[in-house]
């Protein structure tokens, strides 16, 4: 055997104990990692593919609704203007085109500072279906009443502007200009017990099941998010 051809297994070897490490602490990444690593050591793309490796929950693959595909649908079913400031949520607020979102039994509201925690009437109803589902599944677990954190709603155009500053991925023409759209963090429960990494990553893993299962009822549009670690959802 040649002295390259060992190096290069033993380099394989190392970096794959690696990953399986890292595994369960960023599977989204790792997975990743992994397929182009195969495609290096000379496995074809398609081949890559059909690989069935975390398959149930890597849905970086399986939520990837891109907003050019849900964009005019968010605006004809959400506020139909675009609102500039706090003053013009308070006049949809008080017609009832908009209603207010706070903590519940289901998720945790937390501190937004690019956005305000109004959504439209049809978009609360898909989170509380969302937050229902999820506590369902968590039934006969040791996690039950565990609830899923919100990081953001509604945002204006000048909320935007604020926004775009801090973090230039964000983009002008956005879903949560409309009030149908929420970020629901993957990685942020609150529970009654100190969670562990590994029941972060399963109550991660529900909440993308729930959201998944509401993606193929077309009751909702969803990215997973990697750099904001969450789950994007649009209510269709």
Known sequence: MKKSLKYSIYVFVLIS???????SLYPETASKIYARLVIKMGLKKK?????????????LKHLNDNVLTYLEESYLNGTQTFLKSTNDI???????????IENSDYYFVDTMYYSYS???????QLLDTIGERFHRKLENTGLECTRFTLTS????TSSIKRLRRWNRNSIKNSA???????DVSYR?????????????????????????????EQKCYATYETWQTCYHVVCR
């Open 176 to 182: 949560h200009l409309h009030g149908t759209t929420f």
């Open 153 to 156: 709603m509604l945002r204006t």
């Open 90 to 100: 308070r006049k949809l607020y008080r017609k009832g085109k908009l209603v207010y």
């Open 17 to 23: 104990i690696l990953i399986s490490i890292s595994w």
């Open 188 to 216: 942020s429960f609150i529970s009654s017990k100190d969670l562990s990494p590994a029941e972060i990553l399963y109550l991660g893993d529900v909440l993308g099941k729930v959201i998944y299962d509401l993606r193929r």
């Open 118 to 124: 109004f959504l439209v009437p049809e978009a609360k």
């Open 47 to 59: 081949e890559v593919e059909e690989i069935g490796c975390y398959e149930d929950t890597c849905y």
